[in-house]
């Protein structure tokens, strides 16, 4: 299993809430979280099965931006 990390704009619940669908579908449901104290507001996500890619552009689909870290 591969472990991405992206510095995003998700800020609040509210946020995780629009991202949800999207990343539960991609990752799976508990293979991913968002560090909101983080100032970069880290998201990780651990998959064996989406690119890097493909979660970040599901992101900007649904309003968020997300460049890979590293």
């Known amino acids: 299993m591969e472990t991405v990390q992206f510095k995003t704009n998700i800020k ?3 946020c995780i809430a629009t991202v ?9 449901q508990e293979n991913w979280e968002v560090d909101l104290q983080s100032p970069d ?3 990780t996500v651990s998959t064996d099965k989406t690119d890097k890619d493909v979660i970040r552009q599901a992101l900007e689909k649904v309003g968020y931006k997300a460049d890979v870290l590293g």
């Open 12 to 14: 609040c619940a509210g």
């Open 41 to 43: 507001k880290v998201l």
């Open 20 to 28: 949800t669908p999207v990343l539960n579908e991609l990752a799976g």
